[in-house]
């Protein structure tokens, strides 16, 4: 089976802009939760979809929004960059939840300019 | 509330000695655990897991962990590091408030030579 899959893997912005990241689940995996990972907070969930409903948030401002669609596939945005946004972004399949073992994807570098 | 550190945020062996990696967790009812291990610039990939069957779990690459529910602790070993070992190990504990899992800090391991 082929693993998760995040594009792009690296992403250059500028303050004030928007981004979003793709991520493409296991086969047959129905959750797909995010996570950001930076060098001070460590690893940080931002939030669970699972058939495209969003299930569990972490605590994160509004500018961080995500969806999923029905063929899993999940997409997350961020909004109005910010420095502190700079991170490496995991995202992480599952077949039942977020609370089971859970199958990263490569993560998506961004950096806030 | 759910819980865990990591003992040591850096831990140095030499090739070819035992690796122990230290984990308390804190859960007011029997949790899931797992180890996960991630290389520079890659996502995180499961080492194993403790679901409430065997408390000595075998996992991948020659890692193993034991439960020990009256120490609430979920060490992680190998009985000899090799030079691939080398990377960032966090333990991890299912059962957020948010549904989510949640990480430890993280401990790096070098191996030398």
């Known amino acids: 089976k082929a693993g998760v899959t995040q594009t792009p893997r690296y992403l250059i912005k500028t303050r004030g802009q928007q981004v979003t990241l793709s991520c493409s689940p296991i086969?047959?995996?129905?959750?797909v939760s995010w996570y950001q990972q930076t060098p001070g907070q460590g690893l940080q969930f931002l939030f669970e979809y699972f058939s495209e409903t969003q299930r569990n948030k972490g605590n994160f401002p509004g500018r961080f929004s995500g969806r999923q669609f029905s063929n899993s596939r999940s997409e997350m945005n961020v909004s109005t960059l910010e420095l502190g946004d700079s991170a490496l972004y995991l995202c992480?399949?599952?077949?039942?939840?977020?609370?089971?073992?859970?199958?990263f994807g490569p993560g998506t570098r961004l950096t806030v300019t | 509330a759910q819980s865990v550190t990591q003992l040591d945020s850096h831990v140095s062996v030499s090739e070819g000695t035992p690796v122990l990696l230290r984990c308390n967790y804190s859960?007011?009812?029997?949790?899931?655990l797992f180890w996960y291990v991630q290389h520079p610039n890659k996502g995180l990939q499961l080492l194993l897991k403790?679901?409430?069957?065997?408390?000595l779990v075998k996992g991948i690459n020659g890692f193993e962990a034991e439960f020990k529910k009256s120490e609430t602790s979920f060490h992680l070993t190998k009985p000899s590091a090799h030079m691939s070992d080398a990377a960032e190990y966090f333990c991890v504990v299912s059962g957020g408030s948010q549904g989510n899992l949640i990480f430890g800090k993280g401990t790096k391991l070098s191996v030398k030579p």
């Open positions: 086969s047959g995996h129905r959750s």
């Open positions: 992480a399949s599952s077949l039942t939840g977020a609370v089971y073992e859970q199958y």
């Open positions: 403790y679901t409430s069957a065997a408390t």
């Open positions: 859960s007011s009812y029997s949790p899931s």
